[in-house]
């Protein structure tokens, strides 16, 4: 034993048998030891995201004094829900269920899977056109389904952008949609919250 309590351990040559297996054991740990446990994946169950994007805002109307003032946004619609499709394409989401612009389905198909690059480029068709709403519904292996509201014209307090997950989603594939939007945009305002 020496001064700090330890217990010297003596070269395999000095022992028999059994003592050089302590010996190896004590020196090189088994694989039983090594193997470090699965982390747990947090999981997340229908989650709420709203965000505006940073630009000027037009005021609309003047009913300010009631917190119901209208407010136009200077960004284009088509672009926007591009650079969510490429979030959710980024998160590990395959599958658009539907587009509607203004109220006019555009994308309706729901039994396609993998499609979500293919929809980029058929909404990219859109772009020189004016739109002030846009709805998405993405889906991500059958057990989350997410619902998009792009507002061009809102009330003031109100976010222009939505997103209700509607099921249980990973907190990593949330952050890595979340992780992308912001690279792509400035995000002024960004809320999540759990029911």
């Not at 989401?93 to 690059?117: A, C, G, M, T």
Request: glycine share 4%; hydrophobic share 35%.
């Amino acid at each position: 034993m020496s001064k700090d309590g330890t217990e010297i351990v003596n070269p395999p040559w000095v022992y028999g048998p059994s003592e050089m297996k302590e010996w190896i054991d004590a020196t090189y740990p088994t694989r039983k030891d090594k193997k470090k446990k699965k982390e747990k994946r947090s999981i997340l169950q229908d989650v709420r995201v709203s965000m505006d994007i940073k630009g000027e805002k037009k005021s609309l109307t003047g009913l300010k004094l009631f917190g119901f003032e209208r407010v136009e946004e200077h960004f284009n619609v088509i672009e926007i829900v591009q650079i969510l499709l490429r979030g959710f394409a980024r998160a590990g989401f395959r599958n658009v269920e539907e587009i509607r612009l203004d109220n006019q389905s555009i994308y309706r198909h729901p039994e396609l899977r993998y499609d979500i690059r293919k929809i980029i480029e058929f909404v990219g068709k859109y772009r020189k056109r004016y739109f002030k709403r846009a709805e998405l519904k993405v889906l991500f292996e059958e057990n989350c389904e997410v619902k998009v509201t792009i507002k061009k014209i809102h009330a003031r307090r109100s976010a222009s952008i939505e997103l209700f997950f509607d099921g249980r989603i990973e907190k990593e594939r949330l952050s890595r949609f979340l992780n992308y939007v912001k690279e792509h945009r400035e995000i002024e305002f960004l809320y999540r919250h759990s029911p």
